[in-house]
């Protein structure tokens, strides 16, 4: 049985002329990264007016988390200042994983996939199309795989070290090793204000859902589902299925589970590079995981750059955030963990 706990309280009244990159956030973050632009490690610039930029710096790139946090008819004017502020200090510049942006002839957008997009009040006829979603959750529930929403206090217990111990496992089984910026596993800044859902089997941690919010939207955005290797078929579903009750209770009326890289179409460059890159990330795999749920619609996600940037060094920007500065370090580790499990599961 899935408990609700109470709907939060709505958030504080916008302040006027945002003073910290968190109030930034919480008036202008309309992409589905903008939470993100608090995570630790990221780097804030401010225009001085109110307008703020979270950003990665790579060495060689200012990487922006999204579009600029100030009011849309600002977007261009504040996008243009980031960029300068970057190259005056030796930088190239990028908006990554941005949903709207204004047209502005000074900036190209290149499209880097499509993501998800579920309304949680329509989560029950979701159900009432999908029988293999409906058996998957029978089967986590005949197997006693319980889901609940858990509270940020639980945090600091043994709840708190079960996460971590589920997370560590986890990156460990990934290909290649952990990644960073937008991809970072990070599940415990700003615990108050995230949504934790908890599958447990008798005392024993199994799975794991948390969301962040998306501010400008009312939406959340499903940024980490983790499973432990021996959790009971139907685990994923059940947290999803947890997750989305208990924010149609609330009232939400958009979900995602965030960017599925390289779906969508695509340019002739980045369609070959999606067919190459597939031995060291499966692209496919994540995109037929997440239609398995049934999203009502697919959108676009660009990044953003200034005119004459090419799109080969735009995209190595990025790599290069995601992999600490090492892109063909990571994929070939990331190729060499693929080929190893190949080898293991022909020979089993």
Not at 105 to 123: A, K, N, S, V, Y
Not at 151 to 168: D, K, T
Not at 215 to 233: K, Q, V, Y
Request: with cysteine; glycine share 10%.
């Amino acid at each position: 049985m899935i408990r609700f706990p109470e709907v939060p309280a709505p958030p504080p009244p916008r302040a006027a002329a945002p003073s910290t990159l968190a109030e930034a956030v919480f008036c202008f973050g309309r992409d589905t990264v903008a939470f993100q632009s608090l995570a630790p490690g990221m780097r804030a610039w401010s225009d001085g007016a109110g307008a703020w930029v979270a950003f990665a710096d790579t060495g060689r790139a200012w990487l922006a988390v999204g579009s600029p946090l100030c009011a849309p008819e600002d977007t261009g004017r504040v996008a243009r200042a980031f960029v300068q502020a970057a190259r005056a200090a030796g930088r190239r510049a990028g908006f990554c994983a941005v949903e709207a942006f204004p047209h502005d002839t000074f900036f190209e957008r290149l499209p880097l996939g499509r993501q998800p997009i579920w309304d949680p009040l329509q989560w029950d006829r979701v159900l009432a199309g999908r029988r293999s979603l409906r058996e998957q959750i029978r089967r986590a529930r005949a197997k006693g795989v319980r889901a609940r929403v858990a509270s940020a206090q639980e945090l600091g217990g043994e709840l708190g070290a079960s996460i971590a111990a589920l997370a560590a496992g986890w990156l460990a089984g990934r290909r290649g090793g952990p990644l960073g910026f937008l991809l970072a596993v990070d599940l415990f800044y700003r615990p108050s204000e995230r949504l934790y859902v908890v599958a447990e089997r008798g005392d024993r941690l199994v799975g794991l859902l948390a969301a962040v919010p998306v501010p400008g939207r009312g939406g959340w955005f499903f940024e980490d589902i983790l499973r432990a290797d021996d959790a009971p078929n139907g685990t994923v579903e059940l947290l999803v299925d947890a997750a989305m009750r208990w924010l149609a209770v609330a009232g939400c009326r958009r979900v995602t589970m965030g960017l599925v890289p390289f779906a969508g179409p695509l340019p002739h460059p980045l369609r070959i590079l999606r067919r190459l890159g597939h031995n060291v990330y499966d692209f496919e795999g994540l995109r037929v995981f997440r239609a398995r749920f049934a999203p009502e619609a697919w959108e676009p996600v660009w990044f953003v750059h200034p005119r004459g940037t090419s799109e080969i060094v735009s995209l190595w920007d990025v790599a290069s955030a995601l992999t600490g500065g090492r892109p063909l370090r990571f994929a070939l580790r990331a190729w060499t963990d693929g080929k190893r499990r190949r080898r293991r599961a022909s020979a089993g």
